[in-house]
């Protein structure tokens, strides 16, 4: 399975990011740097695109444990 959903976005924000990263380093430190630099961005974002992914579309808070509610219905 491939991005799906708002991550999409996402991912066009990681590659757009690594692509500016690349422009900043190139000029700082060269192109090689550059280029090195704009692979790990766009895999770090990737990444944790695709781990954000398996956690759901709309990443819900998962409570564990019981939980009473005292006085609900008191008047």
């Known amino acids: 399975m491939g991005i ?6 996402l991912a066009a924000a990681a590659i757009g990011v690594s ?7 190139s000029i700082a430190l060269g192109k090689l740097a550059g280029f090195i630099a704009m ?7 990737l990444v944790t695109i695709y781990v954000k992914q398996r956690g759901g579309l709309h990443n819900k ?6 939980f ?8």
């Open 4 to 9: 799906r959903g708002r991550f999409l976005t």
């Open 19 to 25: 692509f500016v990263g690349f422009i900043v380093f």
């Open 39 to 45: 692979l790990v961005m766009a895999a770090a974002g």
């Open 61 to 66: 808070r998962r409570d564990r444990g019981i």
């Open 68 to 75: 009473i509610y005292h006085n609900l219905f008191k008047h």
